[in-house]
């Protein structure tokens, strides 16, 4: 871990807040759901953007801020300087930024669309930013460090697009191609490619699986970007069946992505199963199956938008994003209470494995509604509140490891001399 100290570590706080906040966004989102949901028709309608982006900015966005915080240092060997005071800052303008945003699309109000766009450009620009520099540190230039970059030099790109389409809203032109643009940007280029820059490290590191082909590792990047800037240009210039090849390429290189991390799980060397690993698998299992789903919409002009947005939105990011907070959350409270010359703490105590796969479950369960929603859509109603009582679940959680923290630190030399 590139012997890392508390002094290249962020706080323990700060992943921590980005956690919770990120799980307030879900219980708002369960709520709006249960509100708006039977009555959107399409993925351009405002109450559909809203949600979306409840699960994109609120929870999606502040889980990934909070980890790259934390795991940088571990992962690249760099630290974030000034963290506190930057982190703090972000957390203020992203959130401010995104009640904004939301409120716009559910008020229809042309001034807090333009007050979202600003904020949020600002946020996401400034984290792009200091995370690059920070990263570009960086001595060993490795597959995993060209990836994280590559990711966020796509989030600056698919920020400035989102502003831009925000903005049609409260102006005379139409800004949908932008959007359509956004979406591709931010899924693929942002999250995916972020995603796969870290379980490079992550499935070696916490499950001791094999490495990912080398050739993997440097072409993935490079093809996934090649693709989305030949997206770009053929969305400007109409290229209607140029866009329909990449659209597929897109699809059979993620799907065939997702397939090589479901065989690396299967063959890794701790063959132990836990939360973590059902979340890894559900997670991929459903980017391939919304990989196949995509292509034969694509080929065959089924309008399957809704099913789509289903699978890879909660079926794939949100899975994965709760697989890495099970993971993450007991190893940065390990690593903090330990490097606290706290030596009796363990990863496995932070949170309770039996609360975890209920979370698990319940997930799924509502996961399973939100599915048959597509064919009857007041099961949306039954899915929010399952989807609510596994998002509770999981702040409980969250907020169990932090107790865990806090009663561990007492017993450290520095806290015990200053109570004496």
């Known amino acids: 871990m590139f012997g890392l100290t508390l002094d290249q570590a962020p706080p323990y706080k700060i992943p921590l807040f980005y956690y919770m906040i990120a799980t307030f966004y879900l219980l708002l989102l369960s709520g709006v759901l249960l509100f708006y949901a039977t009555h959107i028709n399409t993925r351009y309608d405002a109450s559909a953007i809203a949600i979306t982006h409840l699960l994109t900015l609120g929870f999606v966005l502040h889980a990934m801020f909070g980890t790259l915080f934390q795991m940088v240092p571990v992962i690249i060997g760099e630290a974030y300087k000034r963290v506190g005071l930057w982190?703090?800052?972000?957390?203020?303008?992203l959130n401010l930024g995104i009640i904004s945003f939301i409120f716009s699309f559910l008020l229809l109000t042309d001034f807090l669309n333009i007050l979202a766009a600003v904020l949020l450009l600002f946020s996401l620009l400034v984290f792009s930013l200091y995370s690059l520099v920070t990263i570009a540190r960086?001595?060993?230039?490795?597959?995993?460090?060209?990836?994280?970059?590559t990711s966020l030099l796509f989030l600056a790109v698919g920020t400035v697009l989102g502003a831009l389409s925000l903005l049609q809203?409260?102006?005379n032109y139409n800004g949908v191609w932008l959007g359509d643009i956004h979406l591709k940007v931010m899924l693929f280029?942002?999250?995916?490619l972020l995603y796969s820059g870290v379980i490079y490290k992550i499935l070696p590191m916490f499950y001791v699986a094999r490495e990912y082909p080398l050739w993997v590792k440097n072409g993935l990047y490079i093809a996934i970007s090649t693709l989305l800037m030949l997206f770009f240009l053929s969305t400007i210039y109409e290229l209607t069946s140029v866009k329909m090849i990449i659209n597929i390429l897109l699809a059979t290189l993620l799907g065939s992505f997702a397939l090589l991390t479901l065989f690396i799980?299967?063959?890794?060397?701790?063959?132990?199963?836990?939360?973590?690993?059902?979340?890894?698998?559900?997670?991929?299992?459903?980017?391939?199956?919304g990989c196949v789903l995509w292509i034969a919409s694509i080929i065959f002009g089924f309008n399957i938008d809704f099913l789509l947005a289903l699978v890879f939105g909660l079926g794939f990011v949100y899975a994965i994003v709760n697989a890495m907070l099970y993971k993450i959350i007991p190893f940065l409270t390990w690593f903090h209470l330990s490097s606290?010359?706290?030596y009796e703490a363990e990863m496995g105590e932070?949170?309770?494995?039996?609360?975890?796969?209920?979370?698990?479950?319940i997930f799924t369960m509502s996961y399973a509604f939100f599915l048959m929603s597509v064919f009857f859509r007041p099961l949306i109603i039954v899915a929010a509140l399952l989807f609510f009582l596994s998002s509770l679940f999981l702040f409980k959680n969250i907020i169990e490891g932090f107790l865990y923290y806090k009663k561990m630190i007492k017993?450290?030399?520095q806290y015990n001399s200053q109570m004496r």
């Open 265 to 289: 799980l299967k063959r890794r060397k701790r063959a132990r199963l836990d939360v973590t690993v059902n979340f890894f698998y559900f997670a991929n299992g459903n980017l391939f199956l």
């Open 87 to 93: 982190a703090n800052i972000l957390l203020v303008t």
């Open 411 to 413: 017993k450290t030399p």
């Open 350 to 361: 932070v949170m309770k494995i039996k609360r975890m796969k209920i979370q698990f479950y």
């Open 138 to 149: 960086a001595k060993d230039k490795n597959a995993s460090v060209k990836t994280i970059l």
């Open 340 to 342: 606290s010359c706290v």
């Open 189 to 192: 280029g942002w999250v995916f």
């Open 169 to 171: 809203y409260s102006g």
